[in-house]
Each structure stands twice: as C-alpha cells, then as structure tokens.
C-alpha cells in the first residue's frame, strides 16, 4: 500500500522548517525509473517570478506530483523512485518570497519543499532532464517555463499537479465521519492538489479557506453533525467571492490537526481531556513560548529553573524535591515542558497568581488533606454570629426548605437541604417578612450572597389573548301551492256530477278562496271547504314566515280556474364574537383569569334520588409566562372558550373550545396558538311521486331547501414584558 502524504497543522507557525520537512517525509506519489536522483538544485529570479531547476540524472517520466499549504506557506514536491545526490538537505534561496527549500528522501522517494514568506501559486515543466518549478511572485497563476526562461511547450505534467490557467475549478465532494477515538473527521475532495487551502482558528471555530475554487449548489449546505458523538457540531460551507469557506463548529476541550494526500484534504477534531492543574487551558492545550532543552543528568531544581527564566513564573520548589534527569526537548512550549518534568519525577504543582509551588503528590496532597481538618476544627470552635436579614421581594417562609427548618421553625440537624453549619440555627419571622440566622462567620457570608442573588424583583408580564368566533349562514327555500276547480253545476246549484242517490262527484280546490271572491261559487259559508291540490309551501326559516306569490287563470266560460301560489324564503347572516381575557403576572407564576356562568343538571346519588349540581360555562385564561435571557416568553398556556349549548331533560349542554399549548414568542408579538374551521351543507326536499321528477313542471309539485353554515375560531395571544419602574419615578 502506498502510503500518503500527511502534513499537520496544530497551530499557526508551530512547526518549524527543519520538523516540518521531516514529517512531510512521509511521502507520497507514484512510482517512476528506477535508479533516478537529484543532483542539483538551482534558483534565479526572473521578473517577479523564481524559477527553480531541478538537475536530475534521468529524465523523469512525468512531473513530480505537488501540493501546497498556507500556514505555514509552503510547496511540497514528490519525486517517486528518486534518491537524493546532492549531497545536502537544506539550501537557502532568498530570492523573491521563496526564502529556502528543504530535500528530504524516504525509502525510494524524494520530497522537495520550499518555503516561502506568504502562500504562492507554482507551475512545473519537464525540461530535458531537468524539472523546472515556477513561482509566481505576484500571487497570480504561475505559468511554466522551460530553462532559458521561455514558456514551457506541451508540458508533461500529472492530473491536478498545475494550476488550470483560466477559470476556478469546483470542489468535488465533502464528507464526515467519526474516529475510532472519538475525533471528528471532515474530507473534503480538491479538484487538483494544486487548491491553496488556509485553515485558521477562530474562537471554537476552525475556518478553512479554498483560494480560488468554487463550489457547487449541492455542497451549499449546513451539516447538523452533533449525533456523531465528536466534538464537532456543525460543518457549513459557503462561497465568498472567488474563494470557498468551510466554517467547523466544536464544543469542549479539542485540538485539530489538517494533512492532505493528493487531492483529498481532511481535518482532523480530536477531544482533548483537561487536567485542572495544567497551565495551558486553551482549546490547543500548551500555549506557552517554545523552547529547547538537551539536558544530561542534570538536576530536577536546575530544569525548573531554566523554565521559570523563560516562563517568567515565580516557582516555589518544596525541598523533597531532588534528583536527575536527562530530557531533550526541541521547539516545545514552556508549559508542555514542564508537565513533562513533573510527570517524569511524580511531582504536582498548585498555582497561585504566578507563583507556582512544586512538590511531590503525595506531599501536595497530605498537606490538603491537614488543611481541611483544621478547617473543619476551626468551624467546631469558632465563635458564632447573630445577623437579622429583611426580605424585600420574597416570603420568608420560602427559605424554610434551604435552612432545613421543621413546620415549627426549629432547625433539623439531619437535614439534607440545609446550609446552614451543624452549630447554626435560623427562625423565620413571617409577620415582619425577617430572617434570624445564627451560625459562623464564613456561613453568614454564605447566606448573604445567597439572598442578594434570589432576593430581588421580578418581572411582569402582560398576557392577552384574542379569541376571535366568526361564522357565515346562508337559507334558501322554494315551494308552491297548486289547485284546480270545476265549478259547472249540471244539476242546479249543488256542485259536481250526479252518480246516484245523493251521491256527487266534484274536481275541488279552491272552492271558497277564488270561486266565493268571482261570484262563481255561490256563498255557502264555511259548507265547502278551501282545499287544494298540491300543498308544499316554502318552511319559514328562524321563525319568519315565507312570503308567497299566487296566480288564477279563468276559462271561457267561467266556471273553471287554476289557482297557483309560490312561496320563497333566503336568509343569510354573518357574525364575529371576539372575547380579549388579560392578565398580568410575574415571571414563571401562575395566574389564571375567567369569566362566565353556572349552568345546573341533574346528576343520580348512591340512593338513587337526583340532585342539581352547577357546571361552569365561562371563558377562562390560565397561563404561566418564563422570560428567557433573550427577551422572548415562553408560555405555558390553557385556554377555555365555553357557551350554553343545547337544553337536556337533565339540565344545559355546555359547548366547549379547549387549547393547552408551551410556545415561545417575542416580546410583544402575536402567535395564533390554534384555529378550528367547520363547514357544514344541507339539502332537503319534498315532492309529490313522479309528478315532482318530471322537468320544469316538477317545481310545482315539490318543495326544496338549502343550508349552509361556516364556523372558524382562532386564538390568538400575545406577551409583553412590563417595563421595569425607574427607581425614585413617581
């Protein structure tokens, strides 16, 4: 397997040029002819651009392979199947921002990095056997050349090892995944290895900058990475300008380390476990100046010395302290050494301003231990206090519970919630709203800071709520009135037609209506009844009657008529109730405001006898207001919109809206917490059989209604914090 080329950055500048080259000798790229080398490395500046020639012994088959960081600012070249021959590992340049360049070979492979003063673009050519490498002094795209400095032609060069010369390349692809220890891991796909990547800490934020590259839609997101169980939360990734930023969110203690391999960069966020003691408390662990050290057999005292001259701490050593120690350190922070010494010689330290004090653990820890046992004598012998304490804004019965204090106000030793000393005593006082604490002195303190910190006003906040009921109903109803008479009389005045005896037939109706008014029918009281022939006039519709229309029509002879009446009724009616209950209460009390009648049913007794018992029928408001650090509410609220409904045998229905609900709004904003729509339609009809279906005509023979009602209720509410009373206003 080939290995891969892995740089890390802990933090800015921490690495220097010597320790960085050699753990970029971990190498990396593919394999080449065998037997080729470096011989020579030379530089020469030409405009603002240094060329640097690479003499090899062969010509190589393809470019080398290339990445660059940006802090520290640095180009790393990979020579695959290639030794070192010149017979040196470091060369200085100084020309343009190319200060030196570092070889280093491992195994089969050479790596060449050059350092620089700020992050650079570079371009490589193949040149005979030669390797030319470019760096572009203006920050631009470099652009190959050949050995007498002209443009390189048809370069020989691997996939992603130049910078493209026009245009930005976009990032492929960006992943997460979790360690096997715990550390959170972004990958995140270059489209070269040629993309200047700059990543920088900011706060519990790791930035990472693409210089030049661009991103597409799809990456455009915010990864929500806290299920992962790292220290990582979120991964956002945005494009600004011509760049590309990738912001890491972390939480907790952590370090981050960035390698790259080829084209995939990955950003390691590893948890880091803090010990108390340790002077370097940052995210990074040791923050202090790097230092060297090459120590043999020296003694511990004079080690602690050398750091306290750097640290500029004042070091106190106990004089159990002695013995030898040989350490080489290299560009270590202060404070990582001295862990390190202490560690080495099982010592401790306990920090005091600037002043240190070092002694063995066990010394440290035998001395905390006396400590606190003389303390706790000192508390058995101490002298007691008596301090009288006056509540302002809370009740004194609410300390009864933290001074432990039994319903008669006596102090329960055995008490879990008490703060007060095994010695101390305190009586509540409700009348005067005063607290008596005797205890020691370092107790009293104690309960004074307590009751500056919960003894003080409250906020208020105004809540209201809108319950807004509206509704909308339409009617609609048809009918018709029909009647027919035949009037002709063949057998003198009485009506119809003999069959016999005193037997007639007679086609009716109407007879008194229009026959008695046209003189048609001769007057016989109320003999001949007003009847018709199709009754199916229009229902009245909320008490209100259906006014009618009639018509007659006559025959020649006037002795026949059709009478028709048609009836119609349409009501609409629109409404709005709106109910506004308010209430004013302090932050996380409970207040509840409601307003309404009881209503009185029947309900069974265990004898079997009834009894009327009263139902509330009201509108009520119950809420409970928390204001958050921010300014917003949250409330808790319980809201009952009741009404009279329907008379039972046992007494009223009761119509109910009900909403309970925990949401959080701003101060003084509106949020409907709820909203019921009902809609409701119905039809109705009456018809005399298949005369009332024939088309038309049918219309005289039926009647028809229709009804329509809409019902919507919504709740709104809203919560303003009162402001609080300037001190000395009136």
């Known amino acids: 397997m080939t290995p891969h080329a892995m740089i890390r950055i802990v933090v800015p500048g921490w690495l220097p040029r010597a320790a960085c080259a050699v753990l970029l000798a971990l190498g990396a790229g593919g394999a080449a002819a065998q037997g080729n080398a470096i011989e020579s490395i030379t530089a020469n500046q030409q405009g603002s651009n240094v060329v640097i020639n690479v003499a090899m012994r062969e010509a190589p088959p393809k470019a080398p392979i290339g990445f660059s960081i940006t802090n520290p600012a640095r180009i790393a070249l990979d020579f695959g199947a290639t030794s070192n021959a010149t017979g040196k590992s470091n060369q200085d340049i100084n020309l343009g921002d190319v200060r030196g360049l570092n070889v280093v070979q491992a195994g089969e492979r050479t790596r060449l990095v050059l350092n620089l003063l700020r992050p650079l673009n570079y371009a490589t050519a193949i040149d005979g056997k030669s390797v030319i490498v470019t760096v572009e002094g203006s920050g631009g795209v470099a652009q190959a050349v050949n050995s007498a400095g002209l443009p390189a032609a048809a370069p020989s060069r691997n996939p992603g090892a130049q910078m493209p010369s026009t245009g930005r390349h976009l990032l492929r692809n960006l992943d997460f995944r979790r360690g096997n220890n715990g550390e959170g891991r972004v990958v995140v796909d270059l489209p070269n290895n040629q993309v200047a990547v700059d990543v920088r800490q900011v706060g519990n934020q790791i930035v990472v900058d693409f210089m030049r590259a661009g991103l597409p839609e799809t990456m455009r997101r915010r990864l929500d990475v806290t299920d992962f169980g790292t220290p990582v939360s979120r991964v956002t990734t945005t494009a600004q300008g011509d760049n590309v930023r990738m912001t890491i969110d972390a939480n907790g203690a952590w370090e981050q380390s960035v390698y790259q391999s080829d084209t995939q960069l990955v950003v390691d966020v590893r948890p880091v476990k803090e010990d108390p003691n340790r002077l370097g408390q940052g995210a990074q662990g040791y923050r202090g100046e790097k230092l060297s050290f090459n120590f043999q057999n020296v003694e511990v005292r004079a080690a602690l010395q050398a750091i306290a001259d750097i640290s500029g701490l004042n070091i106190i050593t106990s004089d159990s ?406 001190a000395g206003a009136r």
């Open 321 to 726: 302290v002695s013995g030898n120690l040989t350490l080489r350190l290299k560009d270590v922070p202060w404070d990582q050494a001295l862990d390190v010494v202490l560690q080495a010689k099982g010592l401790d330290m306990r920090k005091n301003g600037n002043v240190l004090w070092i002694a063995p653990k066990e010394e440290l820890l035998t001395k905390e231990k006396l400590e606190l046992e003389q303390r706790a004598q000192i508390a058995e012998l101490e002298p007691l206090r008596s301090e009288i304490f006056q509540l302002n804004y809370q009740k004194a019965e609410s300390f009864r519970n933290v001074f432990g204090l039994d319903g008669g106000g006596a102090s329960g030793a055995d008490s879990k919630n008490r703060v007060l000393s095994k010695r101390g005593s305190a009586v509540i006082e409700p009348r005067t709203n005063q607290l008596f604490v005797t205890d020691i002195a370092s107790k009293i303190e104690d309960i004074r800071r307590l009751i500056q910190k919960t003894d003080i006003a409250s906020k208020q906040v105004l809540i209201e709520a809108r319950l807004v009921e509206a509704n909308d109903g339409f009617s609609r109803n048809l009918g018709a009135k029909l009647g027919f008479a035949d009037i002709r009389f063949p057998n003198g005045q009485a009506p119809g037609w003999d069959i016999g005896g005193n037997n007639r037939v007679a086609v009716g109706g109407n007879l008194l209506g229009v026959g008695q008014v046209s003189g048609q029918t001769p007057d016989q009281g109320d003999a001949w009844t007003n009847t018709t022939m199709v009754n199916l006039p229009a229902a009245a519709i909320g008490g209100v009657a259906a006014p009618s229309l009639a018509f007659s029509l006559f025959s020649s002879a006037a002795n026949r008529f059709l009478n028709l009446e048609l009836s119609a009724l349409e009501a609409d009616g629109k409404g709005k109730i709106i109910s506004s209950p308010r209430v004013v209460t302090e932050d996380k009390q409970i207040a509840v405001i409601e307003q309404g009648i009881e209503l009185p049913y029947q309900v069974a007794t265990s004898s079997g006898a009834t009894s009327i018992t009263f139902k509330k029928a009201n509108l009520r408001l119950e809420v409970t207001p928390q204001i958050t650090p921010d300014g917003n509410v949250v409330l808790e609220v319980d809201v009952n919109k009741d009404s009279k409904g329907e008379e039972t045998r046992a007494g009223f229905a009761i119509n109910t809206q009900h909403v309970k609900t925990k949401v959080m709004v701003e101060n003084g904003g509106t949020v409907v917490l709820g909203g019921i729509y009902q809609q409701s339609e119905r039809n109705s009809e009456s018809k005399v059989p298949l005369l009332g279906d024939v088309p038309v005509l049918g219309y005289l023979f039926k009647t028809s209604g229709r009804e329509s009602a809409k019902t919507e209720l919504l709740v709104f509410i809203t919560p303003k914090i009162v402001a609080e009373r300037v």
